[in-house]
């Protein structure tokens, strides 16, 4: 097939079009395919608020429990303007996938509220939190659905969810939500944890390549939650971050971005890492942000959002191996041209699963009232990334499947064969 073949898919299309695929693959009897593409549950729900100046205002969030059937729904809650009904849908399937593939007893979910946050005040925020929480509290809990930080949440906004519910239930429920501050519950490693599995994955695809990080060199998209801490951990094992971008543009250096004298600059009050005087600019605002993707380097890292690397991206991508720290960073265009390039794709589902499997950790030290230091949740992450690795590498290899349709096929083959095993209701 060639790329001109492929039509523009959405975000939604491209995830219903990759389990879908798994599913011929696997050749799933019985109309099973319908059961695991369809969400169990999708809940919108109006929320109106108060804004700092006495008016009403109201927005619309969504719910998506996806897959609940090897445990309780678990995904983040994005706050963004472009976030929609069909986005979270999406994103919640792709919840689904990554728990299976990291092998944890959980379901797949995602949540999502359109606004930009960055237009709010922090009173408000609050207030939009707390009214979507109890709008969707009957359908939360620590055995159904626990969501987490995701685009444009953090570990302040669990803690408003953890107390909005909590009020509600009458009791502390630290365990209906990850991602919490350390003071009520959260887990220490879990703000790195997503980058820091992202930059596990890069080691061990490079380490099956007889390679390692060292000397290697990185363009990272996304200096937030994801990007920094990928950016931090990898140079500590010896990569070189040439290229970083953001909303504000792109920077590089080929001999390695000076990544403390960045941080201390976001510390002074830059907005973006164009202004860090840092670097050099090659591109600037958000157009410019995907000039990353050009640069001359070994590896690429998309850490920002959806649909990042299209075709344009992809034609101009140097590097050999790229690494999701997103979710959904390629489109379905793009993974062709990775294939005809032999560019390498380590898929979102497994490369960032760092994060949600913090989460389970949290969530079992919130289960047994245990609290773990930082170096044991550290190597417990890696430890199961570490093993979902050898088992989606097996798989791939044994299968002789591109590394995106391996992963979905082991993830919905996961899926299908608890489907199975519990049988049909009634
Ligand atoms: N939002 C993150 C993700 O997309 C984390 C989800 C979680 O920890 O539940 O994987």
Same mark, same amino acid.
């Given at each position: ?17 990759? !389990? ?14 319908e ?6 549950r ?18 619309? #969030?969504?719910r ?8 309780p ?9 472009? !976030?929609?009904r ?10 689904s ?36 929480v ?16 995701? =685009?444009?949440?953090n570990?302040?906004? $669990? ?16 365990g ?6 350390i003071?009520? #519950?959260?887990?220490? #490693? ?32 996304g200096?937030?939650? =994801? ?17 970083l971008s ?8 080929a001999?390695g971005l ?7 600059? &976001?510390?002074?009050?830059?907005r ?6 840092v670097g ?28 990042? =690397?299209g075709?344009?991206?992809? /034609?101009? $991508? ?14 379905p ?7 005809e ?10 490369? /960032?699963?760092? #994060? =949600? ?18 170096d ?11 093993a979902? &690795?050898?088992? &989606?590498?097996? &798989? ?6 591109p ?7 082991l ?8 489907? *199975? $095993? *519990?049988?049909?209701?009634?």
């Open positions: 097939m060639t790329t001109a073949s492929y039509k523009n898919y959405s975000a939604l299309e491209a995830a219903e079009l990759r !389990v879908r695929e798994a599913g011929e693959w696997l050749k799933l009897e019985d109309g099973l395919i059961t695991i593409v369809a969400p169990r999708i809940i919108e729900v109006a929320i109106p608020f108060r804004r700092d100046d006495g008016s009403r205002d109201q927005l619309t #969030g969504w998506v429990h996806h897959n609940t059937t090897r445990g729904a678990k995904g983040g809650i994005r706050y963004h303007h472009e !976030v929609n069909e986005e979270v849908i999406a994103l919640a399937m792709g919840m996938l990554k728990t299976a593939i990291a092998n944890l007893p959980l379901g797949g979910a995602k949540g999502g509220v359109c606004f930009n946050p960055k237009d709010y005040s922090i009173g408000e925020i609050e207030r939009i939190t707390r009214r979507y109890s709008e969707i509290s009957s359908f939360l809990g620590p055995d159904k659905d626990v969501p987490a930080p995701d =685009v444009g949440t570990s302040q906004i $669990m803690a408003w969810i953890m107390d909005q519910y909590s009020t509600g239930v009458g009791h502390a429920t630290p209906v939500v990850t991602g919490k501050p003071e009520l #519950g959260g887990s220490l #490693g879990r703000e790195s944890a997503t980058g820091r599995g992202v930059v596990e994955a890069a080691a061990l695809m490079l380490g099956k390549m007889g390679a390692s990080l060292q000397g290697k060199k990185i363009a990272i998209q200096y937030g939650q =994801v990007g920094s801490w990928a950016a931090r951990l990898a140079a500590a094992r010896g990569a070189l971050i040439v290229g953001d909303v504000g543009g792109t920077i590089h250096s001999a000076d990544l403390v004298a960045i941080d201390k600059a &976001f510390r002074e009050g830059a973006s890492v164009c202004d860090t005087g050099d600019v090659v591109a600037r605002g958000v157009a410019g942000s995907t000039a990353v993707f050009a640069l001359d380097c070994d590896i690429v890292m998309p850490c920002a959002l959806g649909d990042a =690397v075709e344009e991206e992809a /034609n101009n $991508m140097k590097a050999k191996l790229v690494v999701e720290g997103a979710n959904g960073p390629l489109t265009t793009a993974d062709l041209i990775m294939a390039k032999g560019i390498i794709v380590i898929p979102d589902v497994y490369a /960032n699963a760092g #994060g =949600v499997t913090c989460s389970y950790l949290e969530q079992c030290q919130n289960f047994a009232h245990l609290t773990w230091d930082e044991e949740v550290n190597a417990r992450v890696i430890d199961l990334m570490r979902a &690795f050898e088992r &989606f590498y097996a &798989f791939a290899q044994e299968s002789k499947l590394n995106r349709l391996a992963a979905s096929v993830g919905v083959k996961t899926i299908a064969d608890a489907h *199975r $095993m *519990r049988g049909l209701h009634p």
